[in-house]
């Protein structure tokens, strides 16, 4: 492969706004500037959102810009130009990403973090009658809608979250500490709304430590949350659930948080994919079979071994991916990405109080919620707090490389 500087420009891609992209759009600010180099991001979304700081965002505790990465300054400290659509394909044989408006995007290397959905299609009546929490843009715009319909109904409702993992738990409780206070808000009982969390499997938080489980189920009864363990759904309606071995739960708004399901578009991408459609990536994260294109965060498929679909990932994936496009474009030897095999996780109850598992050890508190908000704050500030002028340097550097496409060169 040709290095930079050898050719008029090269053309790097990122599709997606993860976790593990702004920290390359971060390094790649924060470092000189490849000469030849020209940097475009490909994103839906002006804001991408942190996911850590969900439940915080859906019981009230955090305002959206707290939450929020900006990528118009983000891209703009790197050096990045923006289209802000939605990819929808690939052309590997051209190098181009498909939107879903405008003309194709040219790569010559390319970088994927999509982030995953919840698996809504295995489901009848899912896709129609719950509201999935991924992806989080969507999700908050439509979860506005669900608190109209509540204020509709005068704060009466029966609410269902189905998946009973993490992200089920502390959604379910973020949602009764923030819904049953906008309810005594508006004058109404809070006790009108009733909660429901199901399982499909026999155990909340099956791959937690056994006092995590306890410790969770304790909380959810104590907030008047019921719970629903092996309890599979076959089918959603628009008044509730219908279970596998016939019976059905009554719920007026179902949310939706179950095992993680790729973008469908991926299936004809032309890239090399798991049994799932997750792209498979080595430990350079480089694709399989394509050594100028990688991927990272949910979307992948580590082929050393298998990691959760969960934000710590991405997040310790970000600087290893930054540092190979770099590599690989100056001609040295990528590094390997090593997930720790241990990651600690601090899941919030929706209030001011956090349960912690490390390497099995369990801890809890309020100091647990207040240790959360000082990472997830200090987090955010990587991609908040940028040195303006530098920023709008590199903004003016972005304009003028973006002005015009040079012509083509051999490859």
Not at 327 to 354: C, F, N, V
Request: hydrophobic content about 45%; charged content about 20%; aromatic content about 8%.
């Amino acid at each position: 492969m040709q290095k930079v500087g050898q050719a008029d420009m090269w053309d790097v891609v990122l599709v997606g706004a993860g976790h593990a992209h702004v920290e390359v759009l971060r390094q790649f600010g924060e470092r000189p500037p490849l000469p030849g180099l020209r940097l475009t991001l490909i994103t839906p979304d002006v804001h991408t959102p942190y996911s850590g700081m969900l439940p915080g965002l859906v019981n009230g505790r955090y305002r959206f810009e707290e939450a929020h990465i900006d990528t118009g300054p983000l891209a703009r400290f790197a050096g990045a130009g923006v289209h802000y659509r939605a990819a929808v394909g690939i052309d590997p044989e051209r190098r181009q990403v498909i939107c879903d408006h405008g003309p194709p995007v040219p790569y010559d290397v390319l970088s994927i973090d999509i982030g995953s959905t919840p698996n809504t299609a295995a489901v009848r009546g899912a896709g129609d009658h719950a509201l999935a929490v991924k992806p989080i843009g969507r999700f908050l715009e439509r979860l506005a809608a669900l608190r109209g319909r509540l204020e509709a109904r005068d704060w009466r409702s029966r609410i269902a979250v189905v998946g009973g993992g993490a992200g089920g738990v502390e959604l379910i409780l973020s949602l009764e500490a923030g819904l049953r206070r906008q309810a005594a808000l508006a004058g109404r009982d809070p006790a009108g709304l009733s909660f429901t969390l199901v399982s499909g499997v026999d155990a909340l938080l099956p791959d937690f430590p056994a006092g995590v489980r306890r410790g969770f189920h304790e909380i959810l009864a104590r907030r008047g949350i019921a719970v629903l363990t092996g309890a599979w759904v076959a089918r959603v309606l628009a008044h509730g659930l219908e279970m596998k071995d016939g019976a059905s739960l009554p719920a007026e708004e179902v949310l939706w948080v179950t095992e993680a399901q790729p973008p469908a578009w991926l299936q004809s991408s032309g890239l090399a994919l798991d049994d799932r459609g997750f792209i498979k990536v080595g430990e350079t994260l480089q694709a399989e079979g394509l050594d100028r294109v990688f991927a990272a965060g949910d979307v992948i498929a580590f082929g050393p071994r298998s990691l959760p679909k969960s934000g710590v990932y991405a997040v310790r994936a970000g600087p290893v991916l930054a540092e190979n496009i770099r590599r690989l474009l100056t001609g040295e030897r990528l590094t390997a990405y090593r997930p720790q095999r241990h990651a600690m996780y601090l899941i919030s109850t929706g209030e001011d109080y956090a349960v912690g598992v490390r390497n099995g050890l369990v801890f809890a508190g309020r100091w647990v919620w207040r240790w959360k908000d000082r990472i997830d704050r200090r987090f955010m500030a990587r991609y908040q707090n940028l040195p303006e002028a530098a920023a709008e340097a590199a903004g003016q550097a972005a304009a003028g490389a973006n002005a015009a496409r040079p012509p083509a060169f051999p490859r």
